[in-house]
């Protein structure tokens, strides 16, 4: 899935993030390494603010959001993202599907946003998945943990 939105779009990364308290968890990732990095750097952690609604940033280093972020200001640094909000089965935003390049970009095709949404249905498909997997298994731990983020 990660390899097919950096391949659509022509980025350098994507990654699934869940997003939780002063933390960005990178679940997955292709193009740098999976992780736990700080949520104030996060570029997901601004997707989950508009859940219904792609998060783009076509040139970050013109993005005053993004002024002193130390994942922007650096030569291999972060110029161009997207990101797609993922909830769980109650409807929880989560954190975020998300690419990223060095390079900015200024368009976005109609069929590249279809796709990552396309795309953000799987991952949400797969995290309800393992949310009704869980529960049937008598774990309610991360049923609990999100809800009380």
Request: hydrophobic content about 35%; charged content about 25%.
């Amino acid at each position: 899935m990660l390899q097919q939105i950096r391949d659509r779009l022509g980025a350098a990364s994507a990654a699934i993030t869940i997003i939780y308290q002063y933390s960005s968890y990178v679940l997955s990732a292709v193009g740098f390494e999976a992780g736990i990095y700080e949520r104030s750097t996060s570029f997901c952690a601004h997707a989950i603010l508009y859940p219904d609604e792609l998060t783009i940033v076509p040139d970050a280093g013109a993005d005053e959001r993004f002024a002193g972020n130390p994942l922007v200001n650096t030569s291999q640094g972060i110029q161009f993202y997207i990101g797609a909000p993922l909830r769980d089965k109650n409807g929880t935003v989560l954190g975020a599907l998300c690419a990223f390049d060095e390079k900015p970009r200024q368009v976005i095709t109609d069929e590249d946003r279809s796709r990552i949404i396309e795309l953000k249905k799987e991952a949400e498909d797969i995290i309800k998945d393992i949310s009704r997997e869980n529960e049937a298994n008598g774990d309610r731990t991360y049923h609990y943990s999100m809800q009380n983020s």
